[in-house]
Protein backbone atom coordinates (compact mmCIF):
# COMPACT_ATOMS: atom_id res chain seq x y z
CA UNK A 1 0.00 0.00 0.00
CA UNK A 2 1.57 3.47 -1.21
CA UNK A 3 1.96 5.42 2.06
CA UNK A 4 -0.33 8.64 2.45
CA UNK A 5 -0.32 11.68 0.37
CA UNK A 6 1.96 14.39 2.77
CA UNK A 7 1.18 18.42 2.38
CA UNK A 8 3.18 19.90 -0.01
CA UNK A 9 3.62 22.93 2.33
CA UNK A 10 6.14 21.80 4.63
CA UNK A 11 5.23 24.81 6.97
CA UNK A 12 1.39 23.19 7.19
CA UNK A 13 1.11 21.47 11.07
CA UNK A 14 -2.42 19.52 10.76
CA UNK A 15 -1.94 19.23 14.42
CA UNK A 16 -2.69 23.47 15.06
CA UNK A 17 -3.97 23.88 11.74
CA UNK A 18 -7.99 24.88 11.77
CA UNK A 19 -10.30 22.36 10.62
CA UNK A 20 -11.21 25.57 7.81
CA UNK A 21 -7.59 25.23 6.85
CA UNK A 22 -7.23 21.11 6.84
CA UNK A 23 -10.56 21.21 4.69
CA UNK A 24 -9.35 24.01 1.98
CA UNK A 25 -5.86 21.86 1.92
CA UNK A 26 -7.96 18.41 1.55
CA UNK A 27 -10.18 20.04 -1.40
CA UNK A 28 -7.22 21.44 -3.22
CA UNK A 29 -5.11 18.02 -2.89
CA UNK A 30 -2.34 19.22 -1.48
CA UNK A 31 -3.01 16.81 1.72
CA UNK A 32 -4.47 13.81 1.86
CA UNK A 33 -7.18 13.28 4.53
CA UNK A 34 -5.43 9.79 4.99
CA UNK A 35 -2.54 12.05 6.54
CA UNK A 36 -4.38 14.12 8.38
CA UNK A 37 -6.27 11.46 9.99
CA UNK A 38 -3.22 9.29 10.57
CA UNK A 39 -1.36 12.56 12.19
CA UNK A 40 -4.22 12.74 14.68
CA UNK A 41 -4.20 9.69 15.56
CA UNK A 42 -0.06 9.70 16.22
CA UNK A 43 -0.96 12.89 18.53
CA UNK A 44 -3.42 11.12 20.54
CA UNK A 45 -1.31 8.06 21.06
CA UNK A 46 1.10 10.43 22.25
CA UNK A 47 -0.48 13.16 24.39
CA UNK A 48 -3.48 11.62 25.61
CA UNK A 49 -2.25 9.55 28.35
CA UNK A 50 -1.14 12.83 30.23
CA UNK A 51 -4.48 14.47 29.06
CA UNK A 52 -6.87 11.37 29.04
CA UNK A 53 -9.82 13.95 27.07
CA UNK A 54 -10.74 10.16 25.03
CA UNK A 55 -12.61 7.29 26.50
CA UNK A 56 -12.49 5.27 23.17
CA UNK A 57 -10.40 5.84 19.81
CA UNK A 58 -11.88 4.91 16.76
CA UNK A 59 -8.67 4.35 14.34
CA UNK A 60 -10.28 1.57 12.09
CA UNK A 61 -13.43 3.99 11.58
CA UNK A 62 -11.37 6.88 10.84
CA UNK A 63 -9.04 5.10 8.28
CA UNK A 64 -11.89 4.25 6.09
CA UNK A 65 -14.01 7.09 6.48
CA UNK A 66 -10.28 8.93 5.55
CA UNK A 67 -10.31 7.19 2.32
CA UNK A 68 -13.73 8.11 1.43
CA UNK A 69 -12.75 11.28 0.95
CA UNK A 70 -9.54 10.87 -0.70
CA UNK A 71 -11.63 8.42 -3.34
CA UNK A 72 -13.66 11.76 -3.84
CA UNK A 73 -16.94 9.74 -2.26
CA UNK A 74 -17.42 12.69 0.27
CA UNK A 75 -16.19 16.18 -0.14
CA UNK A 76 -18.20 19.14 1.52
CA UNK A 77 -17.00 22.18 3.30
CA UNK A 78 -14.98 19.93 6.66
CA UNK A 79 -13.41 17.51 4.20
CA UNK A 80 -10.53 15.21 6.38
CA UNK A 81 -11.57 17.33 9.21
CA UNK A 82 -11.09 14.74 12.36
CA UNK A 83 -13.13 15.61 14.99
CA UNK A 84 -14.38 13.62 18.60
CA UNK A 85 -17.66 13.95 20.63
CA UNK A 86 -18.13 13.41 23.97
CA UNK A 87 -19.35 10.10 24.92
CA UNK A 88 -23.01 10.64 25.52
CA UNK A 89 -23.41 10.64 21.85
CA UNK A 90 -24.77 7.71 20.34
CA UNK A 91 -21.95 6.17 18.30
CA UNK A 92 -21.96 2.94 16.10
CA UNK A 93 -20.66 0.17 17.58
CA UNK A 94 -19.84 1.65 21.44
CA UNK A 95 -21.94 1.91 24.16
CA UNK A 96 -22.84 5.22 24.82
CA UNK A 97 -21.31 5.89 28.31
CA UNK A 98 -22.39 9.30 29.71
CA UNK A 99 -19.34 9.09 31.81
CA UNK A 100 -20.50 6.31 33.85
CA UNK A 101 -20.18 2.70 34.59
CA UNK A 102 -23.49 1.55 34.44
CA UNK A 103 -23.61 2.69 30.40
CA UNK A 104 -20.49 0.95 29.63
CA UNK A 105 -22.77 -2.61 30.08
CA UNK A 106 -25.32 -1.45 27.68
CA UNK A 107 -24.81 -2.91 23.90
CA UNK A 108 -23.32 -1.14 21.47
CA UNK A 109 -24.89 1.84 19.70
CA UNK A 110 -26.51 0.56 16.28
CA UNK A 111 -26.86 4.19 14.58
CA UNK A 112 -24.30 7.50 14.91
CA UNK A 113 -25.95 10.60 16.30
CA UNK A 114 -27.80 13.06 14.08
CA UNK A 115 -24.78 15.24 14.07
CA UNK A 116 -22.41 13.07 13.89
CA UNK A 117 -23.72 11.58 10.50
CA UNK A 118 -24.55 15.45 9.40
CA UNK A 119 -20.78 16.18 10.06
CA UNK A 120 -19.63 12.84 8.16
CA UNK A 121 -21.65 14.19 5.06
CA UNK A 122 -20.02 17.33 5.23
CA UNK A 123 -16.75 15.40 5.03
CA UNK A 124 -15.59 15.27 8.83
CA UNK A 125 -14.05 12.21 9.86
CA UNK A 126 -14.76 11.07 13.64
CA UNK A 127 -12.07 9.48 15.30
CA UNK A 128 -13.11 8.76 18.87
CA UNK A 129 -15.10 9.50 21.78
CA UNK A 130 -14.55 11.75 24.29
CA UNK A 131 -14.25 11.64 28.65
CA UNK A 132 -16.93 13.53 30.54
CA UNK A 133 -18.34 13.76 34.03
CA UNK A 134 -20.97 11.70 34.95
CA UNK A 135 -24.21 11.41 33.31
CA UNK A 136 -22.91 15.38 32.74
CA UNK A 137 -23.82 16.36 36.43
CA UNK A 138 -20.56 18.52 36.92
CA UNK A 139 -18.70 20.92 35.84
CA UNK A 140 -14.97 20.38 36.85
CA UNK A 141 -14.15 17.60 34.52
CA UNK A 142 -13.09 15.01 37.16
CA UNK A 143 -14.28 11.22 36.88
CA UNK A 144 -14.05 8.62 39.03
CA UNK A 145 -14.36 5.29 36.67
CA UNK A 146 -12.37 7.13 33.46
CA UNK A 147 -9.73 9.09 35.39
CA UNK A 148 -9.60 12.97 35.67
CA UNK A 149 -9.36 14.93 32.49
CA UNK A 150 -6.07 16.96 32.34
CA UNK A 151 -6.01 21.19 31.31
CA UNK A 152 -3.68 21.09 27.92
CA UNK A 153 -1.86 24.46 29.80
CA UNK A 154 -1.25 22.71 33.29
CA UNK A 155 -2.08 19.20 33.50
CA UNK A 156 -2.43 19.92 37.67
CA UNK A 157 -5.89 21.92 36.33
CA UNK A 158 -9.41 20.85 35.74
CA UNK A 159 -10.22 20.85 31.90
CA UNK A 160 -14.05 22.39 33.31
CA UNK A 161 -16.93 19.60 32.80
CA UNK A 162 -19.20 18.08 32.18
CA UNK A 163 -17.59 17.97 28.24
CA UNK A 164 -13.90 17.59 29.99
CA UNK A 165 -12.43 15.83 26.60
CA UNK A 166 -14.29 17.88 24.39
CA UNK A 167 -12.13 20.84 25.97
CA UNK A 168 -8.89 18.74 26.12
CA UNK A 169 -9.14 17.11 23.28
CA UNK A 170 -9.24 20.70 21.23
CA UNK A 171 -7.31 22.77 22.87
CA UNK A 172 -4.40 20.03 23.94
CA UNK A 173 -4.40 19.96 19.59
CA UNK A 174 -5.72 16.30 19.01
CA UNK A 175 -8.22 17.52 16.82
CA UNK A 176 -9.76 20.61 15.20
CA UNK A 177 -13.15 20.29 16.19
CA UNK A 178 -15.55 18.42 18.75
CA UNK A 179 -18.99 18.36 20.04
CA UNK A 180 -20.20 18.91 23.65
CA UNK A 181 -23.35 18.83 25.29
CA UNK A 182 -24.39 22.20 27.34
CA UNK A 183 -27.11 21.77 30.11
CA UNK A 184 -25.92 24.85 32.57
CA UNK A 185 -22.72 25.69 31.09
CA UNK A 186 -20.90 22.92 30.07
CA UNK A 187 -19.47 23.89 26.89
CA UNK A 188 -19.06 27.45 28.14
CA UNK A 189 -16.69 26.16 30.86
CA UNK A 190 -14.49 23.85 29.14
CA UNK A 191 -14.02 26.64 26.52
CA UNK A 192 -13.61 29.40 29.46
CA UNK A 193 -10.96 27.00 31.18
CA UNK A 194 -9.31 25.17 27.88
CA UNK A 195 -9.12 28.64 25.97
CA UNK A 196 -11.51 27.74 23.22
CA UNK A 197 -14.26 29.04 21.33
CA UNK A 198 -17.69 27.31 21.91
CA UNK A 199 -20.91 27.63 20.95
CA UNK A 200 -24.36 26.73 22.69
CA UNK A 201 -26.97 27.43 20.54
CA UNK A 202 -30.52 28.25 20.50
CA UNK A 203 -32.55 25.62 22.28
CA UNK A 204 -34.30 23.41 20.17
CA UNK A 205 -31.79 24.51 17.32
CA UNK A 206 -29.60 21.52 17.17
CA UNK A 207 -30.97 18.06 17.54
CA UNK A 208 -30.36 15.79 20.64
CA UNK A 209 -31.78 12.58 19.11
CA UNK A 210 -29.79 9.75 19.98
CA UNK A 211 -27.75 11.12 23.03
CA UNK A 212 -28.35 10.92 26.38
CA UNK A 213 -30.01 13.29 28.29
CA UNK A 214 -29.41 14.79 31.36
CA UNK A 215 -32.41 17.30 31.58
CA UNK A 216 -34.01 17.64 28.83
CA UNK A 217 -35.47 20.88 29.24
CA UNK A 218 -32.27 22.32 29.40
CA UNK A 219 -30.46 20.29 27.23
CA UNK A 220 -28.22 21.28 24.57
CA UNK A 221 -25.18 19.74 22.25
CA UNK A 222 -23.11 21.84 20.32
CA UNK A 223 -19.17 22.57 19.09
CA UNK A 224 -16.19 23.51 20.50
CA UNK A 225 -13.09 24.97 18.35
CA UNK A 226 -10.14 27.05 17.87
CA UNK A 227 -11.36 29.53 15.94
CA UNK A 228 -15.15 31.00 15.02
CA UNK A 229 -15.18 30.49 11.53
CA UNK A 230 -14.63 26.90 12.69
CA UNK A 231 -17.54 26.71 14.78
CA UNK A 232 -19.79 28.19 12.33
CA UNK A 233 -18.58 25.92 9.76
CA UNK A 234 -19.62 23.04 11.90
CA UNK A 235 -22.81 24.49 13.15
CA UNK A 236 -23.95 25.27 9.84
CA UNK A 237 -23.53 21.47 8.60
CA UNK A 238 -25.28 20.29 11.70
CA UNK A 239 -28.53 22.49 11.20
CA UNK A 240 -31.88 21.75 10.02
CA UNK A 241 -34.72 20.41 11.72
CA UNK A 242 -35.21 16.19 13.29
CA UNK A 243 -38.55 14.76 13.64
CA UNK A 244 -36.45 12.47 16.22
CA UNK A 245 -36.22 15.01 18.36
CA UNK A 246 -39.66 16.51 19.95
CA UNK A 247 -38.08 19.90 20.85
CA UNK A 248 -35.94 20.76 17.54
CA UNK A 249 -37.43 23.09 15.86
CA UNK A 250 -39.36 23.13 12.79
CA UNK A 251 -36.87 25.81 11.50
CA UNK A 252 -34.92 25.45 7.83
CA UNK A 253 -31.10 25.79 7.51
CA UNK A 254 -30.10 29.56 8.52
CA UNK A 255 -26.32 29.70 7.32
CA UNK A 256 -24.01 31.80 9.39
CA UNK A 257 -21.20 31.79 7.61
CA UNK A 258 -22.14 33.96 4.89
CA UNK A 259 -22.85 36.89 8.05
CA UNK A 260 -19.56 36.30 10.03
CA UNK A 261 -17.04 38.87 8.05
CA UNK A 262 -20.00 41.64 8.07
CA UNK A 263 -18.19 43.13 11.42
CA UNK A 264 -20.20 44.75 14.61
CA UNK A 265 -21.07 48.11 13.01
CA UNK A 266 -24.72 48.41 14.07
CA UNK A 267 -24.88 46.45 16.40
CA UNK A 268 -26.07 47.00 19.81
CA UNK A 269 -23.87 45.78 22.58
CA UNK A 270 -24.20 45.99 25.88
CA UNK A 271 -21.78 44.54 29.01
CA UNK A 272 -24.34 42.33 32.03
CA UNK A 273 -23.92 44.40 35.26
CA UNK A 274 -24.95 43.92 38.53
CA UNK A 275 -25.57 39.73 39.17
CA UNK A 276 -22.57 39.51 36.86
CA UNK A 277 -20.27 41.24 38.22
CA UNK A 278 -20.65 39.81 41.73
CA UNK A 279 -18.03 37.47 42.78
CA UNK A 280 -15.87 37.53 39.44
CA UNK A 281 -12.18 37.02 40.51
CA UNK A 282 -9.89 40.13 38.70
CA UNK A 283 -8.97 38.05 35.28
CA UNK A 284 -13.06 37.75 34.55
CA UNK A 285 -13.09 41.64 35.21
CA UNK A 286 -10.64 42.54 32.91
CA UNK A 287 -11.37 40.15 30.08
CA UNK A 288 -14.87 41.63 30.59
CA UNK A 289 -13.47 45.01 29.99
CA UNK A 290 -10.95 44.54 27.06
CA UNK A 291 -13.37 43.09 25.13
CA UNK A 292 -16.17 45.98 26.33
CA UNK A 293 -13.24 48.24 24.95
CA UNK A 294 -12.96 46.42 21.74
CA UNK A 295 -16.26 46.61 20.88
CA UNK A 296 -17.01 50.14 22.26
CA UNK A 297 -19.76 48.71 24.20
CA UNK A 298 -20.20 51.16 26.58
CA UNK A 299 -24.05 50.17 27.68
CA UNK A 300 -24.51 48.28 31.06
CA UNK A 301 -27.59 46.31 31.22
CA UNK A 302 -29.18 44.40 34.39
CA UNK A 303 -30.46 41.14 33.46
CA UNK A 304 -32.95 41.07 35.86
CA UNK A 305 -32.88 38.52 38.78
CA UNK A 306 -30.32 36.91 37.78
CA UNK A 307 -29.33 35.27 41.03
CA UNK A 308 -33.05 33.82 41.65
CA UNK A 309 -32.91 31.89 37.64
CA UNK A 310 -29.56 30.40 39.05
CA UNK A 311 -31.61 29.22 42.04
CA UNK A 312 -34.49 27.49 39.72
CA UNK A 313 -32.37 26.30 37.50
CA UNK A 314 -30.80 24.61 40.35
CA UNK A 315 -34.26 23.35 41.28
CA UNK A 316 -35.34 21.92 37.69
CA UNK A 317 -31.70 20.49 37.31
CA UNK A 318 -31.75 18.25 40.59
CA UNK A 319 -35.46 17.61 40.20
CA UNK A 320 -35.22 16.43 36.95
CA UNK A 321 -31.93 14.51 36.77
CA UNK A 322 -32.91 12.82 39.65
CA UNK A 323 -36.28 11.51 37.77
CA UNK A 324 -34.05 10.18 35.10
CA UNK A 325 -31.92 8.18 37.35
CA UNK A 326 -34.28 6.61 39.90
CA UNK A 327 -34.51 3.20 38.65
CA UNK A 328 -30.68 2.87 38.76
CA UNK A 329 -30.55 4.66 41.85
CA UNK A 330 -32.52 2.15 43.40
CA UNK A 331 -30.61 -0.29 41.85
CA UNK A 332 -26.90 0.33 41.50
CA UNK A 333 -26.31 3.52 43.99
CA UNK A 334 -23.11 1.98 44.95
CA UNK A 335 -21.90 2.62 41.01
CA UNK A 336 -22.37 6.17 40.83
CA UNK A 337 -19.86 8.30 41.95
CA UNK A 338 -20.95 9.57 45.64
CA UNK A 339 -20.64 12.75 44.43
CA UNK A 340 -23.17 12.70 41.60
CA UNK A 341 -25.12 9.91 43.65
CA UNK A 342 -25.89 12.28 46.63
CA UNK A 343 -27.21 15.00 44.52
CA UNK A 344 -29.06 12.98 42.30
CA UNK A 345 -30.61 11.64 45.23
CA UNK A 346 -31.57 15.31 47.34
CA UNK A 347 -33.26 16.13 43.50
CA UNK A 348 -35.41 13.21 44.05
CA UNK A 349 -36.27 14.82 47.34
CA UNK A 350 -37.29 18.00 46.29
CA UNK A 351 -41.11 19.20 47.04
CA UNK A 352 -43.16 19.53 43.96
CA UNK A 353 -44.71 22.73 44.86
CA UNK A 354 -40.41 23.90 44.80
CA UNK A 355 -39.73 22.35 40.69
CA UNK A 356 -43.40 24.04 39.65
CA UNK A 357 -42.76 27.89 41.18
CA UNK A 358 -39.13 26.99 39.60
CA UNK A 359 -41.07 26.38 36.19
CA UNK A 360 -44.00 29.16 36.68
CA UNK A 361 -40.61 32.22 37.43
CA UNK A 362 -39.06 30.35 34.63
CA UNK A 363 -41.48 31.28 32.44
CA UNK A 364 -41.85 35.10 34.04
CA UNK A 365 -37.76 35.44 33.18
CA UNK A 366 -37.72 34.06 29.93
CA UNK A 367 -40.34 36.69 29.27
CA UNK A 368 -38.22 39.78 31.01
CA UNK A 369 -34.97 38.80 29.55
CA UNK A 370 -36.37 39.01 25.63
CA UNK A 371 -37.29 42.60 26.45
CA UNK A 372 -33.77 43.37 26.52
CA UNK A 373 -33.73 42.14 23.47
CA UNK A 374 -35.88 44.73 22.31
CA UNK A 375 -32.89 47.23 23.30
CA UNK A 376 -29.59 45.55 22.26
CA UNK A 377 -28.29 42.73 19.79
CA UNK A 378 -25.89 41.01 22.65
CA UNK A 379 -25.03 41.07 25.69
CA UNK A 380 -21.36 40.83 27.45
CA UNK A 381 -20.86 38.65 30.10
CA UNK A 382 -18.03 36.34 32.05
CA UNK A 383 -18.03 32.83 31.05
CA UNK A 384 -16.52 31.76 34.82
CA UNK A 385 -15.50 33.84 37.71
CA UNK A 386 -12.13 32.52 37.38
CA UNK A 387 -9.44 30.55 36.22
CA UNK A 388 -8.97 26.94 35.82
CA UNK A 389 -8.79 25.55 39.20
CA UNK A 390 -6.57 22.91 40.62
CA UNK A 391 -7.71 19.39 39.93
CA UNK A 392 -9.42 18.14 43.53
CA UNK A 393 -9.75 21.97 44.47
CA UNK A 394 -12.67 21.67 46.86
CA UNK A 395 -13.52 25.39 47.56
CA UNK A 396 -12.92 28.90 46.38
CA UNK A 397 -13.39 32.42 47.59
CA UNK A 398 -16.39 34.25 45.91
CA UNK A 399 -17.38 37.60 47.01
CA UNK A 400 -15.61 37.11 49.91
CA UNK A 401 -17.04 33.97 50.66
CA UNK A 402 -15.57 30.33 50.78
CA UNK A 403 -17.38 28.17 48.38
CA UNK A 404 -17.54 24.65 47.26
CA UNK A 405 -15.75 25.00 43.75
CA UNK A 406 -17.91 22.10 42.10
CA UNK A 407 -21.60 24.09 42.17
CA UNK A 408 -20.12 27.73 41.35
CA UNK A 409 -18.19 27.26 38.58
CA UNK A 410 -21.30 27.89 36.66
CA UNK A 411 -22.72 30.98 38.05
CA UNK A 412 -22.63 33.25 35.06
CA UNK A 413 -23.94 30.31 32.93
CA UNK A 414 -26.46 29.05 34.35
CA UNK A 415 -28.85 31.76 33.97
CA UNK A 416 -28.33 32.07 30.71
CA UNK A 417 -28.66 28.15 29.50
CA UNK A 418 -31.90 28.17 31.85
CA UNK A 419 -34.05 29.86 29.20
CA UNK A 420 -32.36 28.47 26.03
CA UNK A 421 -30.51 32.13 24.54
CA UNK A 422 -27.39 31.25 22.11
CA UNK A 423 -24.11 31.67 23.61
CA UNK A 424 -20.89 32.07 21.98
CA UNK A 425 -17.71 31.64 24.69
CA UNK A 426 -14.75 33.69 23.23
CA UNK A 427 -11.15 33.25 24.58
CA UNK A 428 -9.17 36.45 25.52
CA UNK A 429 -5.53 36.24 24.61
CA UNK A 430 -2.90 37.00 26.43
CA UNK A 431 -4.30 36.02 29.67
CA UNK A 432 -1.34 34.50 31.37
CA UNK A 433 -0.85 32.03 33.08
CA UNK A 434 -4.34 30.51 32.12
CA UNK A 435 -6.70 31.33 29.85
CA UNK A 436 -10.33 32.06 30.14
CA UNK A 437 -13.29 33.42 27.72
CA UNK A 438 -16.78 35.97 27.78
CA UNK A 439 -19.80 34.81 26.80
CA UNK A 440 -21.48 36.82 23.64
CA UNK A 441 -25.15 36.30 24.23
CA UNK A 442 -27.69 36.86 21.93
CA UNK A 443 -31.99 36.34 20.98
CA UNK A 444 -32.96 32.96 20.30
CA UNK A 445 -32.60 32.05 16.93
CA UNK A 446 -29.37 34.92 16.30
CA UNK A 447 -26.67 33.04 16.45
CA UNK A 448 -25.14 34.86 13.61
CA UNK A 449 -25.65 37.92 15.66
CA UNK A 450 -22.90 35.85 18.37
CA UNK A 451 -20.74 34.60 15.99
CA UNK A 452 -19.98 37.89 14.01
CA UNK A 453 -19.44 39.54 17.14
CA UNK A 454 -16.49 36.61 18.38
CA UNK A 455 -14.66 36.70 14.68
CA UNK A 456 -14.86 40.11 15.01
CA UNK A 457 -12.76 40.28 18.23
CA UNK A 458 -10.70 37.59 16.81
CA UNK A 459 -9.83 39.81 13.86
CA UNK A 460 -8.99 43.14 15.98
CA UNK A 461 -6.37 40.39 17.89
CA UNK A 462 -8.33 40.56 21.21
CA UNK A 463 -9.25 37.32 21.55
CA UNK A 464 -7.88 34.21 20.23
CA UNK A 465 -7.27 30.21 21.37
CA UNK A 466 -3.78 30.39 22.69
CA UNK A 467 -1.67 26.94 22.24
CA UNK A 468 -0.53 25.22 25.38
CA UNK A 469 3.40 24.42 25.65
CA UNK A 470 2.75 21.06 25.61
Not at 43 to 70: C, G, K, M, Y
Not at 132 to 151: I, L, R
Not at 270 to 299: H, M, Q, W
Not at 407 to 429: D, E, R, W
Request: charged share 20%.
Amino acid sequence: MPSPRRSSEPDMDTGWASATEIAAAVTAGRVSATAVVEDALARITARDPVLNSFTDVLAERARARAAEVDAGKTKGPLAGVPFAVKNLFDVKGLPTRAGSKINRELGASAHDQPLIERLEAAGAVLVGALNMGEYAYDFTGENVHDGNAHNPHDATRMTGGSSSGSGGAVAGGLVPLSLGSDTNGSIRVPSSFCGLFGLKPTYGRLTRARSFPFVASLDHLGPLARSTRDLALAYDAMQGPDAEDPVCADRPVEPVMPALTRGVDGLRIAVASGYFRKGAFPEACVAIDRVAAALRANTEIEIPEAARARAAAYVITASEGASLHLDRLRARAGDFDPAVRDRLIAGAMIPAPMVTAAQKFRRWYRTEVLKLFEKVDAILAPATPCTAPAIGQQTFVLDGVELPVRPNIGIYTQPISFIGLPVVAVPMVPMPPMPIAIQVIAAPWREDVALRIAYALEQAGVCAAPRPAL
